[in-house]
């Protein structure tokens, strides 16, 4: 049981560089999220799907786009790479409902130069 | 507000003693409070959470503490354990507008060094 599976693991682009950062979990959940996190700060909330078919902005939306590809899959893109979009990115699951936790991946280490 | 800084509250034992970390949070509105544990190169691991109707909730080795009045939220892991070691963060969240319970708000975190 992989919980939640995130790749690549790390990436280093370019400036104005675009890639989609992948996301998959396998416990049947109904929401998924993604956060970045800088360092010495907690994680923030980018973009979020409460359910298949919806998705929404988290705190720091600017510069992404997401895509739910189904209930199982939920992607981060970047357009066109910043700097400022240098960080660990992890994507997390809740079965949604009420008191319910998130389970993070592992995360994705991004550095933009 | 966001936090701003490179540098984390750090708190430093010996194995065995007990750790108490703590957390400051913002949104009176939150009612539900989680805990995780986050070791070097990987995501947070839940540890232990409480709801807003409790003002303590205990699980293995470890008690949360929650004082609604303060908006104020304490962690304590007893006889701490080098494997303890790690960054802890609080987090909140709350139901509002039935946005579901993942879009946590996350603390700082506090980096916990246990020697041995």
């Known amino acids: 049981n992989a919980g939640v599976t995130q790749t690549p693991k790390f990436q280093v682009l370019k400036t104005g560089q675009s890639m989609t950062l992948q996301c998959a979990q396998d416990?049947?959940?109904?929401?998924m999220y993604w956060y970045r996190q800088d360092p010495g700060m907690g994680l923030r909330l980018i973009y979020y799907?409460?359910?298949?078919?919806?998705?929404d902005k988290g705190e720091v939306p600017n510069g992404y786009n997401v895509s739910r590809l189904n209930k199982r899959e939920f992607s981060l893109r970047l357009e066109s790479a910043a700097p400022s979009q240098t960080s660990v990115y992890f994507c997390?699951?809740?079965?949604?409902?009420?008191?319910?936790?998130?389970?993070f991946g592992q995360g994705t280490r991004l550095t933009v130069v | 507000g966001e936090s701003v800084g490179l540098h984390l509250p750090t708190l430093s034992v010996q194995e065995g003693d007990n750790s108490i970390i703590n957390c400051a949070y913002s949104?009176?509105?939150?009612?539900?409070f989680i805990w995780y544990k986050q070791e070097s190169g990987k995501g947070p691991q839940f540890i232990i959470d409480?709801?807003?109707?409790?003002d303590k909730r205990q699980g293995q080795r470890v008690t949360v503490l929650l004082n609604k009045t303060v908006k104020h939220l304490s962690l304590q892991i007893a006889a701490t354990q080098p494997g303890d070691s790690a960054v802890y963060f609080c987090?909140?969240?709350?139901?509002?507008?039935?946005?579901?319970?993942?879009?946590?708000?996350f603390g700082q975190g506090t980096i916990l060094t246990v020697h041995p």
């Open positions: 997390a699951s809740t079965l949604g409902g009420v008191y319910t936790e998130a389970f």
């Open positions: 416990m049947n959940h109904n929401s």
């Open positions: 799907s409460a359910s298949e078919g919806t998705t």
């Open positions: 949104n009176s509105a939150s009612d539900y």
């Open positions: 409480i709801r807003s109707n409790m």
């Open positions: 987090a909140e969240t709350s139901n509002a507008g039935g946005t579901s319970y993942g879009k946590l708000t």
